[in-house]
């Protein structure tokens, strides 16, 4: 049965990791961000993002021509992954969605205001993707779809369990080649791999989970953290 499975993450969240994870199955294609010329042309515009030139250059902006070039590679491939990170479908209509397997990828979100702040300073609510996560869960439960909550700190701390319920929930059988990859990159990598990848790049698989202190946020950041929080709150009930 072919099919598409969707991930809706929030940013700094492991999941080119879990794209890497995919990647290493030989009956899935992998994509990665495939909105992302879409948001900064017609979502945020004004973002001054690394390689912003050249991710427009590369990939289409219009959001129904990708979602017909997804359509096009379910086809041929059987099953398709996408890493998407929910922000760049802000103020979507998410009803070509609903035949797909939505998992929503989420983290602790003091400590992905501090890592997405050393990329992009002073990020907004809209920029981390937890409000559009809630709008995205609400959206799924009010239409009766399934969807899948995870957190980067359960999969962090047992990947192989996690992987399994993902494959379990998208109805495929897990494969333990999931759990490891190659140093560096792969060739699904967006052009922006080499502003964001470095982590991943330098990996060969989940990086053991270590329960370290949160870095402190800056005083201008209390308020989009206790929103973030918000929103945090009512995802990790799903999970």
Wanted: glycine residues 4%; neutral net charge; contains cysteine.
């Amino acid at each position: 049965m072919s099919k598409v499975i969707c991930l809706w993450a929030s940013p700094r969240n492991i999941s080119t990791a879990l794209m890497y994870s995919f990647a290493q199955r030989n009956d899935v294609k992998v994509l990665d961000e495939p909105f992302y010329a879409h948001y900064l042309k017609n979502i945020n515009p004004d973002i001054d993002h690394p390689g912003k030139k050249e991710i427009l250059d590369n990939q289409s902006t219009d959001l129904k021509i990708v979602v017909k070039e997804i359509d096009i590679l379910k086809q041929q491939y059987g099953c398709v992954f996408i890493k998407n990170m929910t922000h760049h479908l802000r103020g979507a209509d998410f009803s070509f969605a609903e035949e797909w397997y939505n998992i929503i990828l989420t983290r602790d979100p003091q400590k992905a205001i501090i890592s997405f702040s050393k990329v992009i300073p002073n990020p907004t609510i809209d920029d981390l993707g937890y409000k559009l996560q809630y709008d995205l869960a609400n959206f799924f439960t009010s239409k009766k779809i399934n969807f899948k909550v995870i957190s980067s700190e359960n999969l962090l701390k047992n990947p192989k369990e996690v992987l399994s319920d993902v494959c379990k929930f998208s109805k495929m059988k897990f494969n333990l080649l999931m759990l490891s990859w190659r140093k560096g990159g792969i060739v699904e990598d967006g052009v922006w791999a080499k502003y964001w990848y470095k982590n991943v790049h330098n990996s060969d698989g989940f990086s053991p989970w270590v329960n370290k202190p949160s870095e402190e946020i800056n005083a201008n950041q209390f308020e989009l953290l206790e929103e973030a929080k918000h929103y945090y709150q009512h995802l990790i009930s799903y999970l």
